[in-house]
């Protein structure tokens, strides 16, 4: 039989190689429905081709433009936050949880079902209220794949071996387009530069995290609750070819490496076929042509955003939905020329700074409540420093 997919974040990055993969196997999916933000052509434009049953648009007022692009081809339509979660509760065997930022907290933890499999790739069900989702998962039933391709390859490093024989994990970082670059020409890097990835096509957000290696700092996070490590025992390196994409260090000192060329339809395709897996037209890798590959430790001194979101990590509670909120802010002024690269990482401190400590939040309502204080602190701190 087919599986059934729900596409949640169709018109990014991810959902794009979702749609690539699914595409490519006629008969093998077949999509329930498919979810975006704002931009209602493309996710027309999905929908036509993957022939959902369902798209949904999660602003409001793109309904009507939606509808009309939809007009005839029979695909159920609508927009809105209940229309989200009403094309989450349709019948699917598996569910990509791709949509960016704190939006996709509610839809994809609204997505946990018994014998439901989700394919995680939204960050913050995990940075934001970690303890919370996975409690939840497992409570439902769920199996959480992850989709991000570094836990994704841990995830097929370790195969059947239980946790208990793993001495640490760790994940590699590109480096991004300002690895060799100085710390004060870092600081004043511009968003044109910041959003030039020498390895990885992403949306704008992901690419400036990436940039500064908070993106890194946050999939450790995501480690630490896909696979229940403590900090001390999760790793970053540098590795600027993005070949090697996470190693699992198993305590008889033997250790497994998960590799494959930078392309998300990797990850992807493992995801969709699991525990199965379907052929793909990705490129092979070819470890002769490569020649080397090249380790190095992070340098927290010109990328402070990794030292912060590994002390948040180590300090627990709610210090990562603090994070991430106040991450979103920064990222989302800088890309706006309001405050230079460089300033993220100190805004982020700041807040996290002043918010103190506080328990880990009981459920996904508390992470958002959390989240949105936080945000108003940053903005707060903004506002006086411009």
Same mark, same amino acid.
């Given at each position: 039989m087919a599986t059934r997919l729900t596409i949640l974040g169709a018109s990014g990055s991810v959902g794009r190689a979702v749609a690539d993969v699914v595409a490519a196997h006629?008969?093998?999916?077949?999509?329930?429905?498919?979810?975006?933000?704002?931009?209602a052509r493309a996710l027309a434009g999905v929908a036509l081709r993957l022939r959902a049953r369902c798209a949904v648009l999660a602003d409001g007022e793109g309904g009507a433009a939606l509808a009309e692009t939809l007009s005839g081809s029979g695909i159920?339509?609508?927009?809105?936050?209940?229309?989200?979660?009403?094309?989450?509760?349709?019948d699917c065997d598996l569910v990509v949880a791709a949509i960016a930022g704190t939006a996709g907290l509610r839809p994809t933890h609204r997505a946990l079902r018994p014998g439901r499999r989700i394919a995680l790739a939204n960050k913050e069900c995990l940075v934001s209220a970690g303890a919370a989702f996975m409690r939840d998962a497992a409570a439902a039933g769920a199996t959480i794949l992850p989709l991000d391709s570094e836990h994704n390859a841990l995830f097929q490093a370790l195969g059947e071996a239980p946790i208990e024989s793993v001495e640490a994990m760790t994940l590699t970082a590109s480096g991004g387009p300002f690895r060799d670059w100085p710390a004060k020409a870092i600081a004043e890097a511009t968003p044109q530069e910041a959003l030039k990835h020498p390895?990885?096509?992403?949306?704008?957000?992901?690419?400036?995290?990436?940039?500064?290696?908070?993106?890194?700092?946050?999939?450790?996070?995501?480690?630490?609750?896909?696979?229940?490590?403590?900090?001390?025992?999760?790793?970053?390196l540098v590795h600027p070819q993005s070949i090697v994409h996470g190693i699992v260090h198993f305590r008889d000192g033997s250790l497994s490496a998960g590799l494959a060329v930078?392309?998300?339809?990797?990850?992807?395709?493992?995801?969709?076929?699991?525990?199965?897996?379907?052929?793909?037209?990705?490129?092979?890798?070819?470890?002769?042509?490569?020649?080397?590959?090249?380790?190095? @430790?992070?340098?927290?001194?010109?990328?402070?955003?990794?030292?912060?979101?590994?002390?948040?990590?180590e300090q627990g509670g709610a210090a990562p939905t603090v994070l991430n909120a106040a991450n979103e802010v920064a990222v989302e002024a800088f890309l706006a020329g309001r405050i230079r690269?460089?300033?993220?990482?100190?805004?982020? @401190?700041?807040?996290?700074?002043?918010?103190?400590?506080?328990?880990?939040?009981?459920?996904i309502e508390e992470a958002l409540a959390v989240d949105f204080a936080a945000r108003e602190r940053a903005r707060a701190l903004l506002q006086q420093s411009c």
């Amino acid at each position: 039989m087919a599986t059934r997919l729900t596409i949640l974040g169709a018109s990014g990055s991810v959902g794009r190689a979702v749609a690539d993969v699914v595409a490519a196997h006629p008969g093998r999916f077949e999509v329930e429905a498919v979810v975006a933000g704002r931009d209602a052509r493309a996710l027309a434009g999905v929908a036509l081709r993957l022939r959902a049953r369902c798209a949904v648009l999660a602003d409001g007022e793109g309904g009507a433009a939606l509808a009309e692009t939809l007009s005839g081809s029979g695909i159920a339509n609508g927009a809105g936050e209940a229309a989200v979660l009403e094309a989450v509760d349709r019948d699917c065997d598996l569910v990509v949880a791709a949509i960016a930022g704190t939006a996709g907290l509610r839809p994809t933890h609204r997505a946990l079902r018994p014998g439901r499999r989700i394919a995680l790739a939204n960050k913050e069900c995990l940075v934001s209220a970690g303890a919370a989702f996975m409690r939840d998962a497992a409570a439902a039933g769920a199996t959480i794949l992850p989709l991000d391709s570094e836990h994704n390859a841990l995830f097929q490093a370790l195969g059947e071996a239980p946790i208990e024989s793993v001495e640490a994990m760790t994940l590699t970082a590109s480096g991004g387009p300002f690895r060799d670059w100085p710390a004060k020409a870092i600081a004043e890097a511009t968003p044109q530069e910041a959003l030039k990835h020498p390895n990885w096509s992403m949306g704008a957000k992901i690419t400036v995290d990436s940039a500064g290696l908070m993106n890194k700092g946050l999939e450790l996070i995501e480690a630490h609750h896909l696979f229940g490590l403590p900090a001390a025992r999760l790793r970053a390196l540098v590795h600027p070819q993005s070949i090697v994409h996470g190693i699992v260090h198993f305590r008889d000192g033997s250790l497994s490496a998960g590799l494959a060329v930078p392309d998300m339809r990797v990850p992807v395709a493992h995801c969709l076929s699991w525990p199965e897996r379907v052929e793909t037209q990705i490129p092979r890798l070819d470890l002769a042509a490569m020649g080397c590959l090249t380790f190095a @430790e992070p340098d927290t001194a010109r990328f402070p955003a990794l030292r912060l979101a590994r002390e948040a990590l180590e300090q627990g509670g709610a210090a990562p939905t603090v994070l991430n909120a106040a991450n979103e802010v920064a990222v989302e002024a800088f890309l706006a020329g309001r405050i230079r690269f460089g300033d993220i990482a100190r805004l982020v @401190e700041a807040v996290c700074t002043r918010e103190g400590a506080s328990a880990a939040p009981a459920g996904i309502e508390e992470a958002l409540a959390v989240d949105f204080a936080a945000r108003e602190r940053a903005r707060a701190l903004l506002q006086q420093s411009c």
